[in-house]
C-alpha cells in the first residue's frame, strides 16, 4: 500500500462535507432538546393547576362552599384609602397604585389560597417569558394564573358581587367550566410600556370573550400555542386558542381567548 495514501488528510470539499452533517445533527439535537424542555415546563405547570385545584378544593371546604372575591378592601370603612386584598396577595402602602409599577410590594401570605398552598411556588409557570417584552407589577414574579372572574367578583368594582360556589357548578358542565388558566396581559398604559412600546405582564383573571372588554383578552396560549386551563371537575387540559383572538397590539406575545365552543365560564343554567 502507498504510504503516502495513508497519511492522506481530508480534503477541503470532505471537510465542508462533514461540518455540515455535524451542523444539521447539531440543530437536529437542539431542536429535541428545545421540545423536552417545552414538554417539561408544560408538566410543570399542569402539575402547578392540579395543587392549585387541591388548594381550592381545601379554601371551599373552610369557606362554605364559596370562591373567594378577586379583591376587596382591607377595610371597609375606608375601601379607597387603604391598600388592597387581593386573592393572590396583599398590596402594601398607604393607597394601594401609589408605588410606581415594578416597585409595588405584595405580600403573599394573605393570600387567600396561601394556608393551603404555602410558599412552594406554584403560583409561578415556569415557561412564563421574565425577559423579552415583560413589564413588571410587582416586586420580582407574583402570579402566572388567571381565576375565571365569572365566578370570582372583584369588589371595588361590583360590591354587591356575588362569588359562586362550586358545588353549584357541579353536575354535566363541570368538565367544561373553567376555574383558572394561564393567564397574561398586555400593557400599554403604564410606564415602561406605551401605545407604541406594548409590553406582557402577569395577570390574575381570565374571562369570555363576550366580556366588558372582549378586545383585551388575558388566556396566555405559552406551551407552543396552547394554554393549560384547570376545570370545575379538576381536570387539567391543554387547549388551543379562539381562532383570531390574539391581542392585535403584540400577537407574537400569543395572549387571546380560549374558543367558547370549547370551555364555559358559567356552566348553562348558572346565573
Known sequence: MDRGALQRGFTLVELVIVISILGVLATMIAGAVFDALEMADTAACASNLRQLGFAVRMYL???????????????PATPEKEAKLWYFGYETGTEAGSTAEGERVLDKTYSQLYPYVGAD??????????????????????????VNKELAPDLLVEPNGRCYGLHELR???ASRTV??????????????????????????????????????????FRH??????LFADWHVEAMSPAEGSFDSRLPEARIGHLAPSEVLFRPRGVQ
Open 61 to 75: 371546604n373552610d369557606n362554605d362552599g364559596l370562591l373567594f372575591p378577586i379583591r376587596q378592601p382591607n377595610d
Open 121 to 146: 411556588g406554584i403560583e409561578i409557570c415556569p415557561a412564563f417569558d421574565y425577559y423579552g417584552s415583560f413589564k413588571a407589577k410587582f416586586r420580582g414574579p407574583w402570579w402566572n394564573y388567571g
Open 171 to 173: 353536575g354535566p358542565d
Open 179 to 220: 376555574v383558572f388558566a394561564d393567564a397574561a396581559q398586555v400593557n400599554t398604559f403604564q410606564a415602561p410600556a406605551s401605545p407604541s412600546h406594548p409590553l406582557v405582564e402577569e395577570w390574575h383573571y381570565v374571562q369570555p370573550p363576550d366580556s366588558q372588554w372582549p378586545d383585551y383578552p388575558h388566556v396566555h
Open 224 to 229: 407552543g400555542g396552547k394554554a393549560n386551563v
